[in-house]
């Protein structure tokens, strides 16, 4: 069993994957500067699972990233994951993340290079990379956005188009990842994520609102709906997610220097009311307010995930219905993480 460095470890969606790593057997180098909600709570839960190896630090910090990759230049994956990763918060404070997510980006690129790290280097990217989406007309139906003439959604060929300082903080790491394949050689591959959901997504309200819409029926808190809650997303499912993360490792030759679309696609698209409405059937127990629509929020998207199925076999295997039941029970029987 091999070692996986997985930067931002501690994370939701980190911390679902270094889990399953350390089950596995592998030792796991986890860089996390433990700036997130719950990170800690996250750390006590995978201690005890396995070979884990805990740095506390900053991609910020050129030289720490340098120090540690070439301290584990035998590494068999690397997951960067590490990130700032909410829009209004990148409103709120450009340069922060600008450098968390661009320079701490190059950072661990440029650490990878220098210990001359030859193994499979992902990088969690966004959707937000395609913008506002201006040239998709957009039909509004009774409780959604519909994109017009795209039924498989949006692939990689729609150009890129970052908007807000989020979008071009991760959108210039995602083209950074991409060229130091072609420049250097690096075994990048670069995931454009949609919407994820699922286990241990402590976050606030908009790292995840299908988590956040979800704990708030379990546990009884208010929910905000930003707009007319019309706006759609394909939603996945955090353990397909770590699939894909390992079908792209597995398929490195076919995967190094490209770009996918990782999301749930069409069958999986959702809007918040029809969310709302599922939660809730009698909609009498939410304590659901609407407020002004928040910067650069697209009013639909769907990813149309083709290119990962066709070149690396990978698909998303668990529905929303089912996904949804198991963040509702896991909520559940662990009410006391959200008090
Ligand atoms: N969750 C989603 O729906 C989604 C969608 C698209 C892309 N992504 C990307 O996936 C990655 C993981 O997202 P997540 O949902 O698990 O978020 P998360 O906030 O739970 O995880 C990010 C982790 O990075 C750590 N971190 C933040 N700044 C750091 C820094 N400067 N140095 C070291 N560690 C730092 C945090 O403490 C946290 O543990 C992010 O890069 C995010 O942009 C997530």
């Known amino acids: 069993m091999g070692k996986i460095i997985v930067t931002g470890g501690a994370g939701f969606i980190g911390s679902n994957a270094v889990s399953r790593y350390l089950r596995q057997g592998h030792r796991v180098i986890v860089i996390d500067n433990l700036s997130r909600k719950g ?25 720490e990233m340098d120090r540690i990759f070439e301290h584990h230049a035998d590494a068999e994956l690397v997951l960067h994951l590490a990130g700032q990763v909410a829009v209004t918060c990148s409103v709120a404070d450009a340069r922060e993340d600008f450098e968390i997510n661009a320079l ?9 290079r220098k210990a001359g790290i030859d193994c499979p280097v992902l990088y969690s990217s966004t959707n937000k990379v395609y913008g506002g989406l201006e ?18 959604g949006v692939s990689e060929q729609q150009p890129l188009d970052f908007h807000s300082p989020y979008g071009c903080s991760k959108g210039a790491a995602d083209q950074y990842f991409r060229d130091y394949h072609r420049i ?56 397909d997610l770590i699939d894909a993360y390992d079908a792209a490792a597995a398929h490195i030759d076919i995967t190094e220097g490209r770009v996918y679309n990782i999301g749930g696609g069409p069958a999986n698209g959702m809007s918040l009311r029809e969310l ?22 697209q009013r639909a998207f769907v990813s149309d995930i083709r290119r990962a199925h066709s070149e690396f076999g990978w698909s998303p295997r668990v529905s929303t219905a089912e996904g949804i039941g198991r963040l509702q029970g896991w909520v559940a029987q662990n009410r006391e993480l959200f008090q």
């Open 135 to 152: 040239d998709v007309n957009v039909i509004e139906e009774e409780e959604r956005y519909r994109l017009d003439g795209r039924p498989m």
């Open 104 to 112: 701490g980006s190059f950072n661990v690129l440029e650490s990878v």
């Open 276 to 297: 709302l409405a599922y939660l809730t059937p009698d909609h009498k127990s939410l304590d659901c307010s609407y407020s002004d629509w928040r910067q650069g929020d």
């Open 184 to 239: 250097y050689g690096l075994r990048t591959v670069v995931l454009r994520q949609s919407c994820i959901y699922g286990y241990r997504q402590f976050g606030v309200e908009d790292q995840g609102w299908v988590a956040w819409f979800i704990i708030a029926a379990e546990i009884g808190r208010p929910i905000t709906i930003y707009g007319d809650g019309k706006q759609v997303r394909d939603v996945l499912f955090v353990d």
């Open 39 to 63: 990170t800690r709570l996250n750390l006590r839960w995978l201690c005890p699972q396995g070979k884990l190896e805990f740095i506390e630090s900053d991609v910020r910090d050129a030289e």
